[in-house]
């Protein structure tokens, strides 16, 4: 869209591009930013807490025991979307 040399690139090559040409003006410089916090609480708030595992080389896939996790889920708490579509 009238992006000079930008133009006609796709979304992630644009982008790269247009990062390292800032960067080469000082106008920039390229980073990565997660935002897991965000996919976290959605994450929680459609399918419940995640299900603690310990992965053992010798006994495979293994529940966390109930007496060290950390903390624990009220009694009332539901699993699953709590709206309806």
């Given at each position: 869209m009238n992006s000079g040399p930008f133009d006609g690139l796709g979304c992630r090559?644009?982008?790269r591009r247009i990062v390292t040409w800032l960067a080469e003006r000082g106008l920039a410089t390229p980073r990565?930013?997660?935002r897991l916090h965000d996919w976290c609480i959605?994450?929680?708030?459609?399918?419940?807490?995640?299900?603690?595992?310990?992965?053992?080389?010798?006994?495979?896939?293994?529940?966390?025991?109930?007496?060290i996790c950390p903390s624990s889920c009220r009694s009332s708490m539901t699993s699953g979307p709590t709206t309806r579509v």
């Open positions: 090559e644009g982008a990565v930013q997660y959605s994450r929680q708030r459609y399918w419940g807490p995640p299900i603690p595992i310990i992965y053992c080389d010798k006994c495979g896939v293994v529940p966390v025991p109930r007496r």
